[in-house]
């Protein structure tokens, strides 16, 4: 890191998938005209990768290979948007195939430290909000705020589910909960950069705020960050 990128202030925003910590991201980014790095969706982009590409997980060289060379494109076709050589991946990326791989290959070491740089070179004026697990822990960990969103793995489920049937997909709450169940326990025992708050972040438990409460929340701590930075 540069001495001109480390006085790029950061706003870390980690937690377990379904607590809204993507919206909240978003927000608090377009709030204050930062950058922002959605971090899952590197993961799921690299695990779409090596699922097209048939590479066997256990080989971690050839996937921390990939890892270093994806051939990525950020936002060309609309906010969020990711493309991967070429082809617009940003749907697939959302698949449960995309989440069952992106925390498969999260959990090999040298993935991780592949994924490491491209995750840094976000930090660029005038600030970013960093959107994923280990953001405050392990990329960011000088972040000016670290907040760590959670909420019952039932009430997660129930999110997603909403959103998922909104979509008019066909989905089945008994198995999105047992799906963000194993996910959890998968990112959460790992032995590199585990799922857990950082020792300075604010915990906050939205099970039962509403999604406006959460962003008054959020949005309060930024403000009081700011002030202090
Ligand atoms: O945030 P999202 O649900 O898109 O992340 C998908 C998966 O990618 C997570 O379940 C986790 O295993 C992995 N991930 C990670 N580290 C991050 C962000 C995501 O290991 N910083």
Redesign the pocket.
């Known amino acids: 890191m540069t001495g001109d990128s480390a006085a790029v202030p950061v706003i870390a925003i ?1 937690g ?3 607590t809204g ?2 919206t909240v991201a978003n927000h608090v980014a377009r709030s204050l005209g930062f950058h922002l790095l ?7 982009v690299l ?1 779409i990768a090596v699922a097209k590409r048939g590479i066997d997980l256990q080989d971690v060289d050839t996937v921390a290979a990939v890892a270093r060379d994806l051939d990525l494109e950020f936002g060309s076709s609309g906010p969020g948007s990711i493309h991967l050589n070429g082809e617009d991946v940003s749907l697939e ?2 698949t449960d195939l ?2 069952d791989m ?6 090999i070491p040298q993935a ?1 430290a592949a ?1 490491l740089e491209r ?1 840094l070179a976000f930090r660029k004026p005038p600030g970013l909000v ?6 405050g822990t ?2 960011f960990p000088d972040s000016i705020l670290k907040i760590y969103l959670t909420a019952s793995a039932e009430e997660r489920a129930n999110r997603r589910y909403k959103q998922l049937i909104d979509k008019g997909m066909d989905v089945k709450l008994p198995a999105l909960l047992q799906d963000l169940t194993e ?2 326990a ?2 959460s025992e ?1 032995s590199i ?1 585990p ?1 857990k708050p950082a020792a300075d972040a604010f915990v906050l438990d939205t099970t039962t705020l509403s999604e406006k409460q959460v962003m008054d929340r959020v949005m309060e701590m930024v403000s009081r960050a700011l002030e202090q930075a």
């Open positions: 980690d377990p998938s379904g910590k993507g959605d971090s899952g969706a590197l993961y799921r695990g990326i959302r995309g989440s992106a925390s498969r290959v999260g959990a991780r994924l995750q960093a959107d994923g697990r280990d953001m392990v990329v996910r959890d998968r990112d790992r950069s799922l």
